[in-house]
């Protein structure tokens, strides 16, 4: 049964990626993004209907639901990366991050949740950073955390009108995002390169695609994942799993 699927950050990476999934599955797709440029490619590319939107604008995204008739599902996957421990994150920054990640997903969920049916999903992207911090990351950390409580509160809400709310958790995914940060902290050294080194911190010993984040995004909005709900789904190779404590032998 074709479904119409909101994701915000359709334009790029993870949102890129649960874009293809879902236009694969035969959905409609609507992506939601402030590079309208990349938007514009998107839709040339694929059948997708486009809407450039800063999901900080509270209003703005409620403009973008007006535009919207039909809403099956939900995915906020717009996000930024920013970096600084609490004392060095500036306020512009610190607005910014929460603006964007946490309001950014509030006011979409605000917008939206009261057009989906019975049956509908919705799905946010948080992070392993949401459990467990690298430095200097407090205010993108904080964020994250929020989401996850953000999904059990909205699974508790809507559950009695048949919708669910889940987040997944990504490890390290080779996006844009996480190649800027390869550029900016890698000393010089290719990006290629320092994406494999932070694949290999990960049990699993690469970083994910996002069509790999992409498929548990799909199976969480879908039918199958019809009794989850409130949960938290770590896509992250093992990262979590593991303690950087190496017995001797390894260290040879
Ligand atoms: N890449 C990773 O390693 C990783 C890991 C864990 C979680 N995440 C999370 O996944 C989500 C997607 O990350 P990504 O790596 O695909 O990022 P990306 O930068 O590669 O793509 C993000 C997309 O969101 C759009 N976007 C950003 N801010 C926006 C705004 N204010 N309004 C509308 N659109 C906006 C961008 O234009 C872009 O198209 C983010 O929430 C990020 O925090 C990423």
Known sequence: MSRTVVVTGGAAGIGRGAVERFVAGGDQVVALDRDADALAALSDELDVRGITVDVGDREALSAAAQEVDQVDALVCAAGVQRYGTVVDTSYSVYDEVMAVNVGGVFFACQAFVPKLPRGGSVVVVASVQAYAAQKSVAAYSMGKGALLSLVRAMAVDHAPDGVRVNAVCPGSVDTPMLRTSAAEFGGGRSTDEVVAEWGRSHPLGRVATPGE????????????????????????????AGLAVVLPEDQK
Request: aromatic share 8%.
């Open 213 to 240: 984040v992409a498929e548990v995004i799909h199976f969480l909005a879908s039918p199958a994942a019809a009794f989850v709900t409130g949960a938290d789904v770590k896509v992250d190779g093992g990262l979590t």
